[in-house]
């Protein structure tokens, strides 16, 4: 009596591991959503929101431009009230602006109209939308994990680390459509997997109007679809002859009811054109590649580096670092029979640090100088970045041995339908399109599932005759990931990411600048004035705004203003200044940059000589 048998104390070990995991997800859907609704109104108001705002509003930057040189000198309120509905422009007007942007899909921003509409136009508004979608994505997720594992623990798991994901928190915290994306990405995802297991057609009318929906929200969608097709395509043997037939007049369907947007593309190829402008600049390779590595960091953790570091380069090294150890862990693999071992990898794994060093002295012997990179903060950044690389790497590995081909395959798809093409237009178009982390969520969301994967196999399935050792690695392993999301979110509470804003990351030192000077003026070309837009939400009312072109008459504002300051200026209007011999030009604040592709903000002050 009182005493417990070996199979009851199991039991009762197994009742608390299981309270212990339902108060863990429950936790951490909690900080979720305190991390998404946290501070929406006091993160940086950067240029894509004030576009987001302006034509929500209904108005195109040509109608702005246009307004304010007919004004001349106006007021700060008057570059607000660009950002602000009002009666007199309809959501007919939001219409008309958004066909002037062709190369965004539009429902997001009808959406946004009727809320802020319902509402107002502060910035947490407006961004609240945002916020709201982003829960959406939890049942969203657990769906497409249902749906390719048949599974509720890979399910929960993949909920857990989207919850406390430093880089889908920062995008729920954004006026713009990428919360909404993510939800029909996971739509369209989850009902085509179950549309190819099912013989009717109601799971194809589902894939049909999320497709739509997906379409309708981002244009990369197209991508994803595309994709799908390929899946199903190499998979053909593994499906009926009837399940191509529905998928192909499914994409018939699909693509008639996107087909009134695809017209106005095809009618406005000239106003594509010139509004992705910026995703044509230089191609490097080396940026690219760094930025995909960063891109499947980002799922998992956003830990600070020192401000005298340079991402880039660090993640080139990171690259280089993981590619050796890469070759360390096949090399292992096939000397022992292609067979894998978690130990052995935990064994070989401090021959990493070898490959550092040698990284480090023969490839960026700068690097050593710096003495900056040897920075606490950064040694531990970089540190928990390659922990983060190297599980993401065996996860897909992993996935891909443990997992039926079904299975993998789209996953594969998944995160490899933006990246291709985009890296293809980037080689033909020597641009950078590819390396934009947003446009990479499909990629996010395949990595995130195929390491949800891999706890859930090593954590839960086969308990009685897994090693203890091997399940308590993995727990720390998961401990430790979940960590670095919430620890990443913490830091990001009360600022924006840089890699998200870095264009208008330095808004606020900026205007403190401009707010501390009696009568500022500022100048601003037509290519910086949504940069201004973005700007104005922290100016004081005291400051005054002009609109210019480069051979306006500077010397003619220096009796009405006592201080003068020219926004990103270009550099022709640099040259053109620079040969007055009467102005003199004097750097207000110029931010740091990573690489010579950065769009940064610069201030420049005009005084007499």
């Not at 106006?74 to 942007?101: G, H, M, W």
């Not at 050796?324 to 029979?337: A, E, G, M, P």
């Not at 102005?583 to 690489?595: G, H, N, T, V, W």
């Amino acid at each position: 009596m009182g005493l417990l048998t070996k199979s009851d104390r199991f039991g009762n070990r197994h009742h608390f591991y299981q309270f212990s995991l339902i108060f863990l997800i429950t936790v951490l859907l909690g900080l979720g959503v305190f991390f998404r609704f946290a501070n929406l109104e006091t993160k940086v108001f950067w240029v894509d929101e004030a576009a987001t705002i302006t034509r929500v509003a209904g108005y195109t930057q040509a109608e702005i431009i246009d307004d304010l040189i007919s004004q001349d000198i106006v007021d700060i309120d008057t570059l607000l009230s660009y950002q602000r509905i009002t009666p007199e422009r309809t959501i007919q007007d939001t219409f008309n602006a958004l066909l002037k942007s062709p190369e965004h899909a539009p429902l997001y921003f009808i959406l946004t109209r009727i809320l802020v509409q319902l509402t107002s136009s502060s910035i947490a508004n407006i961004r609240i939308l945002s916020a709201i979608f982003s829960l959406l994505i939890f049942p969203c997720l657990y769906w497409l994990a249902r749906e390719l594992f048949a599974s509720y623990t890979v399910s929960w798991i993949a909920v857990s680390l989207m919850s406390v994901s430093p880089f889908f928190v920062a995008y729920a915290q954004e006026a713009r459509p990428y919360s909404l994306w993510t939800i029909g990405l996971l739509l369209m995802s989850a009902s085509f997997l179950k549309a190819l297991r099912s013989n009717s057609w109601q799971p194809w009318i589902g894939y049909i109007f999320s497709t739509i929906f997906a379409f309708y929200t981002s244009l990369f969608s197209i991508f994803v679809a595309i994709a799908q097709g390929v899946y199903l395509l190499l998979l053909r043997k593994n499906f009926k002859f009837q399940v191509m037939k529905k998928y192909l007049l499914a994409m018939v369907i699909i693509i008639l009811a996107f087909s009134p947007w695809l017209i106005v593309i095809f009618n406005s190829t000239h106003l594509v054109h010139e509004n992705t402008t910026w995703m044509r600049n230089y191609f490097d390779f080396a940026t690219v590649i760094a930025v995909w590595i960063g891109s499947i960091l980002l799922i998992f953790g956003d830990l600070p580096l020192d401000p005298n570091t340079n991402p880039i380069q660090i993640g080139i090294i990171l690259v280089g670092s993981l590619f050796l150890f890469s070759s360390l862990f096949l090399i292992v693999s096939l000397w022992n029979k292609f067979s894998i071992n978690t130990h052995k990898i935990i064994s070989y794994s401090g021959v990493f640090c070898f490959f550092i060093v040698s990284i480090l002295i023969f490839n960026y012997p700068s690097i050593l100088v710096n003495h900056d990179y040897f920075n606490p903060v950064v040694i531990i950044g970089t540190i928990v970045a390659l922990f983060i690389l190297m599980l993401s790497a065996y996860s897909s590995y992993y996935l891909k041995n443990k997992s039926n081909t079904n299975t993998w395959m789209f996953i594969a798809s998944l995160i490899l339908a933006i990246p291709i093409p985009l890296f293809i237009l980037d080689l033909i178009n020597q641009g950078l399109s590819s390396a934009t982390p947003r446009y990479l969520m499909p990629s996010k969301i395949g990595i995130q599932l195929a390491v949800a994967y891999t706890f859930n196999k090593y954590l839960f399935l086969h308990y009685d005759f897994q090693s203890i050792k091997t399940k308590t690695f993995w727990r720390a392993i998961a401990l430790l990931l979940l960590t670095v999301g919430i620890v990443s979110c913490t830091l990001n509470l009360n600022k924006s990411p840089i890699y998200q804003k870095n264009r208008n990351i330095h808004n606020i030192p900026i205007a403190q600048i401009i707010n501390q000077q009696d009568s500022p003026l500022i100048f601003a070309e037509a290519d910086s004035l949504m940069d201004m837009l973005s700007l104005s939400h922290y100016l004081s009312a005291q400051v005054k705004f002009k609109l210019i072109n480069p051979a306006e008459n500077y010397l003619s504002y220096t009796n009405q203003f006592e201080n003068i300051f020219i926004l990103r200026p270009s550099r022709q209007l640099k040259q053109y200044l620079q040969a007055d011999q009467n102005i003199k030009l004097e750097s207000a604040y110029i931010p740091e940059i990573f690489s010579l592709n950065d769009i940064f903000i610069e201030l420049l002050a005009i005084d007499l000589k």
